[in-house]
């Protein structure tokens, strides 16, 4: 029987949907390669507040690490029995602090809201006379609209427990990872190739350290600054100093928004006691302000972490701008970590090419 010569033929070709077509490979790769980038941009834009957060627990975990590094050279016990005194004789600081000054800092706080409500005040009255502001009757309408609005209210509440959440969350990260710290690191180290993880451990503790030593640096401006403060301050016989000295150091942690908001506080106090007050307390900021951001701050860097001035505030301003109050916080730690690792991946390509 001969052979139907009308049969179809069949094509053996690779369709240009399989996957065993070698083009079609390729451009897939470039298409999972480039849907893959895009996608993990929009994770970060998405995801940004509670990556800011994970970040702000690693910020806190560096502090207690500093803390056990410190005591471990003089106490040689385990590193949780470190960790639990450096956590206890913080919160006993804390507590002891407010203890033999809670009344005196009550009523400070409490007289410090009046004198500010008081100030601000005068200071809408004054604008008001130069026209700068709206009328009297406008304002006191403006200010009733304002004050009756309970969406507002609602959202400024809604605002406050959002912050507290996340301020509890960050210190229960950074506890968790100060406890074991290289358990996080050996499923960091997990993640990644492993001809690459001797290097990417050396990072990882190089980042570790300048974290340490930015983060001491901070707490160490923050404490004489706090403390110059409130010493000036009171021998100037400007009102509620010790309050103050405690606002300016804490604020002292935001950087250049804290130093202005506690230096209009500052300010505000010093003219509610009167003229020569309100000036000597214009004094004392500049003088203070001046001898931190002139000797102490580089002193601290030189001794801890070599960051240009201007590539710090340019990143304080880029991160304040997106990512809020937080990010701000957090800008010298990220500009401390970007640095360790755009340097230490020139030092690899530099071993590379030898």
Same mark, same amino acid.
Request: hydrophobic share 50%; proline share 6%.
């Given at each position: 029987m001969s052979e139907d010569t009308t049969a179809p033929k069949i094509v053996t070709e690779p369709a240009p949907n399989e996957l065993r077509d070698p083009v079609v490979r390729q451009e897939l790769k470039r298409a999972t390669v480039w849907l893959g980038l895009a996608g993990a941009i929009a994770l970060v834009v998405l995801l940004i507040q509670p990556l800011l957060i994970i970040f702000g627990g690693l910020v806190f975990a560096s502090m207690l690490d500093g803390g056990v590094r410190l005591l471990g050279r003089v106490l040689p016990i385990g590193r949780s029995w470190r960790l639990a005194i450096v956590v206890v004789l913080t919160v006993l600081f804390i507590a002891l602090v407010f203890y033999l000054t809670g009344a005196g800092i009550t009523q400070q706080f409490e007289q410090l809201r009046s004198t500010l409500t008081t100030q601000a005040t005068k200071?809408? $009255?004054?604008?008001?006379? =130069?026209?700068?502001?709206?009328?009297? $009757?406008? %304002?006191n309408g403006i200010m009733q609209q304002a004050l009756g609005s309970f969406g507002k209210i609602t959202s400024y509440l809604g605002i406050a427990f959002g912050a507290l959440a996340s301020l509890i969350m960050v210190l229960v990260i950074g506890l968790f990872i100060a406890m074991e710290p290289r358990l996080y690191e050996g499923g960091l180290q997990w993640m990644v190739p492993s001809d690459q993880r001797k290097r990417f451990s050396g990072t990882i503790e190089q980042m570790a350290t300048t974290m340490r030593r930015l983060l001491a640096g901070r707490l160490f401006g923050m404490a004489i600054e706090g403390v110059m403060t409130g010493v000036a301050l009171a021998i100037a016989g400007v009102p509620m100093a010790l309050v103050l000295g405690i606002i300016t150091g804490i604020l002292a942690f935001i950087p250049n928004i804290g130093a202005i908001t506690s230096g209009i506080i500052m300010i505000a106090v010093g003219f509610s006691a009167g003229m020569n007050t309100g000036l000597a307390a214009i004094g004392i900021y500049i003088f203070i302000q001046g001898l931190d951001g002139y000797v102490v701050i580089p002193m601290v860097a030189?001794?801890?972490?070599?960051?240009?001035?201007?590539?710090?505030?340019?990143?304080?301003?880029?991160?304040?701008?997106?990512?809020?109050?937080?990010?701000?916080?957090?800008?010298?730690?990220?500009?401390?970590?970007? =640095?360790? $690792? %755009?340097?230490?991946?020139?030092?690899?390509?530099?071993?590379?090419? $030898?």
């Open positions: 200071l809408i $009255a004054w604008a008001s006379e =130069k026209g700068i502001m709206p009328g009297k $009757a406008d %304002l030189k001794r801890t972490v070599d960051l240009p001035p201007a590539l710090t505030l340019s990143m304080q301003i880029l991160a304040g701008t997106l990512f809020g109050i937080l990010g701000l916080t957090l800008a010298d730690p990220m500009t401390a970590m970007i =640095k360790v $690792a %755009l340097e230490r991946s020139s030092e690899a390509e530099g071993d590379a090419e $030898a």
